[in-house]
Structure formats: C-alpha cells, structure tokens
C-alpha cells in the first residue's frame, strides 16, 4: 500500500487509478449525488484505507477510503474523521470500515 504524505495526494492518487466517485455518508449508508447511487454495507468492498493524523489538532484525523462496487460496477472514495470527532456511522457500517478488505 501506498504511504502518501497528504490526504490530498492520496485522492489525487486514487482518483488517477479510477476511483473517481466521492461518497458520502447519508442515514447509516453511503451516498453519490451526481450518479444518485446509495452503497449499503453490502453493497461494496473496501480496496485500501490511509490514515492521516493532523500534527496537533486532533480535528485533523481523517481516513481516506478507496471503496468499489461490484454490484454497480463504480469505484470511488469515501473520507471520514477517526477518534471523536468521527461522523455518526451506522453499526452495519462501521464494522464494514473497520475490517477492510
């Protein structure tokens, strides 16, 4: 796996290999609004996963995941924080993040 010194480069890097769709997290699922495709738990894989830690501010802390969908032939990336200041997952989803691969 790729070590990449900014969350920036590591989108950048992912968006380069074709995951080309940004998620984000709507009612315990994950959302695209420009394709309006809704990825339940099931719905995908998780290809690979960075964590970044900002220096000193713990708001900094954010995993960046390359996610695909077999079943909707898309790959894309979804961004969240870690620690506390984490987005409100859905149980079914977080143990999904939790276990990529």
């Keep these: 796996m790729e070590n990449y010194q900014?969350?920036?480069d590591a989108?950048?890097?992912?968006?380069?290999?074709?995951?080309?769709?940004?998620?984000?997290l709507a009612n315990g699922v994950l959302h695209n609004s420009e394709q309006n495709i809704t990825?339940?738990?099931?719905?995908?894989?998780?290809?690979?996963f960075h964590r970044f830690e900002g220096?000193?501010?713990?708001?900094?802390?954010?995993i960046v995941y390359g996610i695909q969908s077999d079943k909707y032939n898309v790959k894309g990336v979804?961004?969240?924080?870690?620690?506390?200041?984490?987005d409100d997952l859905s149980e079914e989803l977080l143990k999904k993040l939790n276990t990529p691969g």
């Design 39 to 48: 990825l339940s738990p099931e719905d995908f894989s998780i290809a690979e």
């Design 78 to 86: 979804f961004v969240n924080g870690y620690g506390v200041y984490s």
């Design 6 to 8: 900014s969350m920036v």
């Design 11 to 24: 989108l950048n890097d992912l968006k380069k290999r074709g995951f080309t769709l940004d998620f984000n």
């Design 55 to 62: 220096p000193s501010d713990p708001a900094d802390n954010s």
